[in-house]
C-alpha cells in the first residue's frame, strides 16, 4: 500500500523533524521541478483557502501538475456516485490524492482504496495533521525548539481538528498542555486519555486570562460553525474567547499567538500588530511544509 498521511500519528517523530527540515530547506530555495511529470489531484469536498491554494502552489513549485475541481456540487458525487467510487477512478489519473472531506474517517477510507498515495487535508472534526506539521514549523522557528513548552490551546477544541491532530504530535516533545474552552467545547475525552496514558501534564480551564501569561504558545481556534447540529448551541458559544492587544500586556516576551485560520472574532485586529501575532507568517509556512510532505511521500526527500 503507498505511504498515505491520515492521521499525524501515521509519522513517527523521526519522520516529521524530517519534514520540518525539508520544509527549511524549500524555503531557502522553493524553485524546484523534480516531480515534473506527476499529476496530483486536489479534491475538496469542503471549503477551504490556505489548504488548498497552498498545496496547489506546492505542487507547481515542484513541477508537478493539479487537477480537481472548483465545487464538490460539480462532480458525479452529485449523482450519488460514492466516495470509494470517486477514489478508484481519480487514482487511476494520478500519482497522489490530497484530500478534504466533511466526514470523519473519509480520509482513512480513501487511503484503503486508493492506489496512490492519500493526504489528509482536513476530515470532519478528526484530523488535520498537514495543518499540524506547519503548526510545528511555525513553534520550531519561533521557539527554537519543540520541547518543554507550554501549550494554550484556546476556542473550539470539541470540534476543531487542528488540536486534535497537534496534541498528538506535540506529546513527542514534553509539552505541558493548558486547554481553555468552555464545558460546551472542551477537549474530547480520547485525547485527555492519550495524555494521561502518556503522563503529559494538561490544565483545563474556561477563562481565558487564567493561563495567557504562562505559556509559550497561544494556539486560539474559531468555533466551528459548520460542525454544529442546533443553531441555538452555536449561538450560545459563538463569541465565547475575543482576544485583543490590551490583554497581551505581561505575556512572556517571546510568546506567540498561532491560529490554523480563518479567524472570525477570535483575535482583534488591534493583536496583528503586537509582537505576539504570527499567524500570517505561520500560514505562509504551509506552502514549504506541503512541498516537504508531497516529496517525502512520493519518495523524492
Ligand atoms: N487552516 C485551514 O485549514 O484553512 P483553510 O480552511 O482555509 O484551508
Not at 513517527?12 to 524553485?31: C, G, S, W, Y
Not at 525548539?145 to 486534535?164: A, C
Not at 481553555?180 to 492519550?194: G, H, N, R, S, V
Amino acid at each position: 500500500m503507498p505511504k498515505s498521511l491520515i492521521s499525524i500519528q501515521d509519522l513517527t517523530k523521526d519522520e516529521m523533524l524530517h519534514i520540518l527540515d525539508v520544509a527549511k530547506e524549500f524555503e531557502k530555495n522553493r524553485e524546484q521541478d523534480f516531480l515534473k511529470g506527476k499529476v496530483i489531484a486536489c479534491l475538496f469536498f469542503e471549503p477551504s483557502t490556505r489548504t488548498r491554494l497552498s498545496f496547489e502552489a506546492a505542487v507547481n513549485r515542484l513541477g508537478a501538475r493539479v487537477i480537481g475541481f472548483p465545487d464538490a456540487r460539480n462532480t458525479s458525487v452529485s449523482k450519488g456516485e460514492t466516495l470509494e467510487d470517486t477514489i478508484r477512478i481519480v487514482s487511476n489519473y494520478t500519482d497522489m490524492i490530497v484530500m478534504r472531506h466533511p466526514v470523519s474517517g473519509a480520509a482513512a477510507t480513501a487511503a484503503a482504496i486508493a492506489s496512490v498515495p492519500v493526504i489528509n487535508a482536513g476530515d470532519g472534526a478528526n484530523q488535520h495533521p498537514t495543518q499540524t506539521l506547519l503548526d510545528l514549523y511555525a513553534i520550531k522557528k519561533t521557539q527554537g525548539k519543540l520541547e518543554d513548552l507550554t501549550i494554550n490551546m484556546t476556542g473550539d477544541l470539541k470540534y476543531g481538528r487542528t488540536v486534535h491532530s497537534l496534541t498528538e504530535a506535540m506529546s513527542f516533545f514534553r509539552p505541558n498542555f493548558i486547554y481553555t474552552a468552555p464545558q460546551e467545547l472542551k477537549m474530547p475525552e480520547e485525547y485527555l486519555d492519550f495524555l494521561k496514558d502518556r503522563k503529559i501534564p494538561y490544565t483545563e480551564t474556561s477563562v481565558l486570562e487564567d493561563h495567557l501569561n504562562d505559556c509559550d504558545i497561544l494556539y486560539m481556534t474559531r468555533v466551528q460553525q459548520e460542525r454544529f447540529t442546533n443553531k441555538e448551541e452555536y449561538e450560545k458559544v459563538k463569541n465565547v474567547y475575543r482576544l485583543t492587544a490590551s490583554m497581551l500586556g505581561n505575556v512572556k516576551p517571546n510568546m506567540k499567538i498561532l491560529h490554523p485560520l480563518p479567524r472570525i472574532n477570535e483575535i482583534a485586529t488591534d493583536v496583528d500588530d503586537t509582537p505576539y501575532a504570527y499567524y500570517f507568517k505561520q500560514a505562509g509556512g504551509g506552502m514549504y511544509v506541503r512541498m516537504a510532505i508531497i516529496s517525502y511521500l512520493l519518495g523524492y526527500r
